[in-house]
């Protein structure tokens, strides 16, 4: 169990907190983003039992270091947790426990550093509700609710004389709200909201239920008001088993969405596209390609934090290649307004994914989203697919030290095509991760010596051969 620890003073007179930051992850990129941690900040991170969360600490001097991790999709700071939470067998006991609870927490520190992050935010104003902090799509949680005066009765909590001195920060809060909040001047009462997020099975509660009377304890604790759209703080209530994490939200919205613009039907999730490039770990001046862009997310994303890098982003679509060319546009105006170089080392180009128009051996890093056969494409047509453009990304990367990223949910498919290119590619390593809900691989491969053109792999099956093997894999999938 970590607590918020006060140090000495910075060279300013503030002083300066030690707090637990805790950070939601693609699933799966968990030990990447650890190191993202250790990298950037100087910490080790810790990851949690519930899959898709690091905790790490740090002092608040450093809080905007957090910020500028790329592999995060949301960002809290931790009130208390507990390992193993022992839950109360029957439901009303567990729910009145819960509603104690929020009189106990030491929630002074966690405030101050809510304050001093709304300081580091450029964007005034409300937040928006509905885009933070949102359920992992991984969890059996139910949906986040937040606790509602008008819609709930509320638990009365009395105050003890240790609480005392959390109660005190309330009017330095709404000093501080009302100095923050210029474009509503009318805010003279903080506004917050409650979200749950509940994983596990032998809970005798819902997530919404435990939202709503731990939310209410915390409204009549503060006397803060329930608002679940236009909320100042959002507490974040995370129980997985006996663990159990309280948190106040530092993100309003997930860093995921902060490239994309122009969004397709499969847009991959910004930091998922940050967690490949770093398991592919682009060098200066490498030539890195994505066959079948979409929206242009995976390499708009290389182009933005491994800029030393060359950016090469196709796809057979027009309109595919129109949003990766608008999202690049819009990128690119947003720095120019800001003062920002604006250049970028990426060019976009349609083509014919089994036929590129790239030289032999000139390419190093491949990184993609293959399609899964769900919304895009058909399962059917990947057993033709998946072989032919894996032979042609073979032909064009380099021998010995080329490498490929792909990403892929039609993993027997992707197995048998892998085994049919045995001496093309070789496979390294492979990261399970949660798309859209969707349990899919990350497979990084690396390209052999094998000159191509003189192994078996390069002789084209008939295209009747590979129709009649995916007519036949269907009908087991059906059968």
Known sequence: MSLPVREDSDATGGSIISVTIGATVPTGFEHTAAEEVKEKIGVDARISKDRGRIYFPITTDKLYQVHLLRSVDNLFVVVEEYDHYQFKESKEETLTELQQLASKLPWTDTLEVWKLNRTLKKKKGHRKGGNAAKVKPNSDASDAVAADAEQHELPQVSSTAEDQTTVESVPDLETCEQDSQEAAPEAKV??????????????????????????????????????????????????????????????????????????????????????????????????????????????????????????????????????????????????????????????????????????TSSVDIIITDMPFGKRMGSKKKNWDLYPSCLREMARVCRPSSGKAVLLTQDKKCFSKAISRMGGLWRKLHTVWVNVGGLHAGVYLLKRTAAVFGQTPEDVHESRGMVEMQGDKKDDQEVS
């Open 190 to 359: 903080i506004k917050f909201r409650v979200t749950c997020n509940r994983a596990g099975d032998k809970h005798s509660f819902s997530s919404n239920e435990a939202a709503r009377d731990f939310g209410g304890a915390v409204q009549e604790f503060f006397q803060w008001k329930a608002d679940m759209t236009k909320f100042d703080i959002e507490v974040l209530l995370n129980i997985h088993n006996e663990e159990v994490v309280i948190g106040i939200a530092l993100t309003e919205e997930s860093l995921h969405r902060r490239n994309i613009s122009h969004f397709g039907p499969t847009t991959l999730r910004s930091t998922l596209c940050y967690g490949m490039l770093r398991l592919c770990k682009p060098q200066e001046s490498d030539i890195i390609l994505d066959p079948m862009c979409g929206t242009g997310a995976i390499p708009l994303e290389g182009a933005i934090e491994f800029n030393s890098s060359f950016y090469i982003a196709g796809d057979n679509n027009d309109m595919a290649v129109n949003r990766t060319v608008n999202n690049i546009c819009h990128f690119q105006k947003r720095r120019a307004d800001k003062g920002s170089p604006s250049g970028l080392p990426i060019d976009t180009v349609r083509w014919d994914l089994c036929s590129l128009p790239i030289r």
